[in-house]
Each structure stands twice: as structure tokens, then as C-alpha cells.
């Protein structure tokens, strides 16, 4: 879909009609695809003012922008700088601090002590300290799967998609009713067939009328998407009619589309953005995924067998340690018939670890604990503890498993190895070998290693060295944790402001 600010329709005779791009928009396609492509190795802010520049020449900036709203999800963007702006940043910050910057002269001075602090040149700071804003990112390559008539296909196939989001009601009529009804299952939508009849009263056509909660409850829209994606599939057939009753802002609209408009699936299919079916569940996705734990977040998993029916949970948590999974719903639709629906499906599903989220006001919690399924109240938005929480009660029978399984001891090859990497290499998580016994080497913070790694250090490190100095010798040894390192060789950091520390002896 295409963002609603980009979406270009007629309202005329009170209709709701997207207004397509033709096959004289070809050579417009054409220049914003060549503009990328012209672009791979500049600067994003470059692309973007050339894309300005093709806007003012064009009869409408949304057809542009709409073609690049497209092709930026083929582009890939990556940030180019000669060191790490992240640390440039508070090198210079630091330096700028300590010296009190005021005049030019001052910041010259400052980038100087921050590009010795990071054994680089000035300019080298100065050119990585905004590098990695995404105005000032490169575009690297853009792997455009369409020509410019394969991009003319996939803008109207998304200005429809996207005008089909403010959708109340879809009543379609397709050559290929089977595959039809099949997505509309898959993507969880209310739906019934209809007979309709011939002027002569005998049987005619069936007609699959897609009703959205609109109908229900007032201004709830969250089927938009779910509209959206139906479209791919009803297009597919040689032969089918669309009418959708759009809400146009509180006015009610008619939409109608056909065979005979430019509307089809692209032979290169594009690269799909996840998309969720409410606020709630890409509120919850985000902040999860935002964490470091041992579980991948899937979307929409494959569909569970519940008695002669299916159940599609929103998500499914992979452990990445073991053949494992459990699957979450988010049960926030609050008609009771759907509740009854979900209790039965609930009912039915057999085998299978189930996590439900429960809005609060459906007083569900009771009946979904009562099946052995785990029930997490939430209001408003999916508390992340307490998703964690239960996982964890999982979490700590699988590490436990997996722990078991090891020997006591365990003994690497390695003389330097990190306890990410050689709990990687048995196939659990870290906290599975926490508890085990390394005969062979010390454990400093989260690395083993040897003791006569920790000798030679002993030698090399001593006291008045600067930290970066015994930073570089430990790096040497692919030791990353400084801290730890140091005070187990008897010194500490003593620091000087922000312009650096200093190793000491550790006073006993």
C-alpha cells in the first residue's frame, strides 16, 4: 500500500474512485526509476533533492512520490563514514566540552583531541559525526524488480489497496470464488455468500459481501489493512467486480472497480512490508523485538488445527535454543459473538502451548485459563513483562533441559572464547551454561581465559598506562570487557575527566 497522504482519488458525483496511473505516466515511472538507479553511491539527501526536482515537473508531485514510496522499499541504505559515528560523536562531544568551544579556532582544536583520542585526523571525525542520519546516508544499491511498466502495475495496484483501507464493506463478484473465499479465511474476515438472483428470479451469481467491524461498532477501523491484502488475490481471477463502501471521513462512498481498470499483480512481486491487523499488536511487535532475548518473534505462524476449523494466531515465539514454540493471540475485538467463536477455537486446539493476551473488557481471562491456555489481562496496550514473565517459566524448563544434557565441566580449545559463542556452539543459551565448571580457564565477566593469556597480559599491562593503550592490548587478545580484565589483574581506571583514564594499582 501507499501511505493515505499519496492517495489520488476522484470524489465526483459522490463516488470514490482512485485515479490510476496510465500509459502516459510510463516515462514519469521511468525517470523516477532512473533516478535511483543514477543515485546508488550518493547521498540520500542528493536523491531526495532530484526526486524534488522531477515533482516540479510533473502534473501531480503524488505520482512521483508514490513511485518512490515504492521503490525506496527496494533500496537499501547504509551508513558510510570512516569511523563509528556513534563514537565520534562523544569524542568530539567530550573534547568540546573540555575545551569550551566558542570560536571556529575552538572547534579545530576540539575535532583535534578527539581524532587523537580515537587515532584518527580530524577530518575524519568531522566526517563521521552526522554520517549516520538518514539524510546523510548512502544508498547502496537499489535492487528494482520492475521495469517502468511493472512499476506503473504495482502503483495502481497499491493506490487501490490503499484507497480500500477506509473500507466499511466489500461485496465481490470473481470467476475464481474458491480462491476467494480461501483468503478471506486466511485473513481472518467476516464474510458471507450471497445468492443473487437474475431479473427472472432463477439463480445467478454468488456475490461474497466482506463486512468490516464498521458495521458493528462506529469509527473502528482495523479490517483496513485486511481489505487491502484481499484485493491481491481478488485480481488474480480473469473476471471480477468490486464495490466497497468506503468512509470518506464520516461520508459514506461508494468505490467500484473491475477487469476492465488497470488493476493486476505484477509478474515481479514486490517485497512485502509485515503489517498488522491493529495498533495493539504493532505496539507489542515493536517494543518485543526492541529486546535481547532468546526468542524470535514470527507473524501470523501457520495456522493451527482447532476441531473442523483453523486457528491463526497473531504471533508465534521461536526458541532459538531448541525445537520449541509457543503461540501468542491478542484477543481485542469485543463482539460477543467473536469471543464465543474464539473460546470454541480455543477449545478445540489440542498439543499446542497458547499464550492469550486479553483485553480486559471482554472478561474472557477465566474461560481461556479454564482450557490450559495462559491468559495475560492488558488495557490498552500488552504489557512486555508480562509476556516475559510467562516465557520465562518456559524459558527456565528448556535451559534446564538443555543444561542437563552438558557435561559438568566443560573444557573449550580455544584459549580466549566468549560465552555467546560457545553456548552457540552447543546449541543452547547462555544461561545453560552458566552454572558449569571451567577447569581450565578463568572467567572474566562474560569471556574464559586461559591463565597464561592472563600472564602475558600481566606483563604487558602496567600501571601509568593510558586505558586506550590497555584497551588496545586486550583487544589484542580479543578480550572485550576491559573492566573486568583489568581488575583481574589488580588494577583499576583512574579517570581524568572526560578526556580519558589512566590504569592504576588496585588499592587492596
Do not use: C
Not at 539527501?45 to 510533473?58: C, G, I, S, V
Not at 577447569?439 to 593510558?466: F, K, N, S, Y
Amino acid at each position: 500500500m501507499l501511505t493515505k497522504d499519496l492517495l489520488r482519488v476522484s470524489r465526483a458525483g459522490g463516488g470514490y474512485q482512485p485515479q490510476f496511473a496510465e500509459r502516459r505516466h510510463r516515462p514519469l515511472a521511468a525517470k523516477v526509476l532512473g533516478t535511483y538507479q543514477g543515485h546508488v553511491d550518493h547521498r540520500k539527501e542528493e536523491l531526495t533533492a532530484a526526486l524534488t526536482d522531477l515533482e516540479h515537473e510533473a502534473e501531480d508531485f503524488k505520482l512521483v512520490r508514490g513511485f518512490a514510496k515504492l521503490l525506496d522499499r527496494e533500496a537499501a541504505f547504509e551508513t558510510r563514514a570512516p569511523l563509528d559515528p556513534e563514537r565520534a560523536r562523544t569524542a568530539a562531544f567530550a573534547a568540546a566540552e573540555a575545551e569550551g568551544v566558542v570560536t571556529t579556532a575552538d572547534r579545530e582544536r576540539a575535532l583535534d583531541r578527539a581524532a587523537d583520542r580515537l587515532g584518527a585526523d580530524a577530518d575524519a571525525v568531522e566526517q563521521s559525526l552526522h554520517a549516520d542520519l538518514e539524510p546523510r546516508q548512502t544508498l547502496a544499491s537499489v535492487d528494482a524488480r520492475w521495469a517502468p511498466d511493472e512499476l506503473l502495475a504495482q502503483y495502481n495496484l497499491s493506490l487501490a489497496q490503499t484507497a480500500l483501507f477506509d473500507a466499511t464493506e466489500i461485496r465481490v463478484r470473481s470467476s475464481d470464488p474458491k480462491a476467494l473465499v480461501s483468503a478471506v479465511k486466511r485473513l481472518r474476515l467476516m464474510y458471507e455468500v450471497k445468492k443473487i438472483d437474475n431479473e427472472d428470479g432463477t439463480g445467478g451469481a454468488r456475490e461474497v459481501v466482506v463486512t468490516g467491524p464498521d458495521r458493528l461498532f462506529r469509527a473502528t477501523r482495523r479490517y483496513g489493512t485486511r481489505f487491502a491484502r484481499l484485493l491481491r488475490t481478488v485480481v488474480k481471477a480473469d473476471e471480477w467486480t468490486l464495490t466497497a463502501t468506503i468512509d470518506d471521513r464520516g461520508t459514506e462512498r461508494e468505490l467500484r472497480l473491475s477487469d476492465d481498470d488497470p488493476v493486476r499483480v505484477p509478474d515481479a512481486e514486490p517485497v512485502t512490508e509485515v503489517s498488522y491487523d491493529s495498533g495493539v499488536e504493532a505496539d507489542f511487535a515493536a517494543r518485543f523485538e526492541s529486546l535481547d532475548l532468546d526468542w524470535d518473534l514470527v507473524r501470523e505462524p501457520e495456522p493451527l488445527a482447532a476441531g473442523a476449523s483453523v486457528l491463526i494466531p497473531d504471533f508465534s515465539f521461536e526458541y532459538r535454543h531448541a525445537d520449541f514454540t509457543i503461540y501468542f493471540e491478542i484477543m481485542g475485538f469485543w463482539t460477543p459473538e467473536y469471543v464465543d467463536s474464539k473460546l470454541e477455537k480455543l477449545d478445540a486446539v489440542d498439543d499446542e502451548e497458547l499464550l492469550v493476551a486479553v483485553d480486559e473488557s471482554l472478561g474472557a481471562g477465566e474461560a481461556i485459563e479454564a482450557r490450559d491456555h495462559r491468559a495475560i489481562p492488558y488495557s490498552g496496550t500488552v504489557r512486555i513483562k508480562d509476556v516475559r514473565d510467562a516465557l520465562r517459566t518456559y524459558e527456565n524448563e528448556l535451559v534446564a533441559a538443555s543444561a542437563a544434557d552438558l557435561p559438568a565441566e566443560l573444557v573449550p580449545d580455544e584459549d580466549v572464547i566468549g560465552f555467546d559463542a560457545l553456548a552457540s556452539r552447543h546449541g543452547v543459551s547462555e544461561a545453560a551454561i552458566e552454572d558449569k565448571s571451567f577447569p581450565e580457564h578463568d572467567r572474566i565477566g562474560r569471556t574464559l581465559v586461559r591463565p597464561a593469556v592472563l600472564d602475558a597480559l600481566a606483563d604487558e599491562i602496567e600501571t601509568g598506562m593510558t586505558l586506550s593503550e590497555a584497551e588496545s592490548a586486550l583487544g589484542d587478545a580479543d578480550i572485550g570487557d576491559a573492566s573486568a580484565a583489568l581488575s583481574a589483574l589488580g588494577y583499576r581506571v583512574e579517570w581524568e575527566g572526560l578526556s580519558g583514564g589512566t590504569v592504576r594499582e588496585r588499592e587492596e
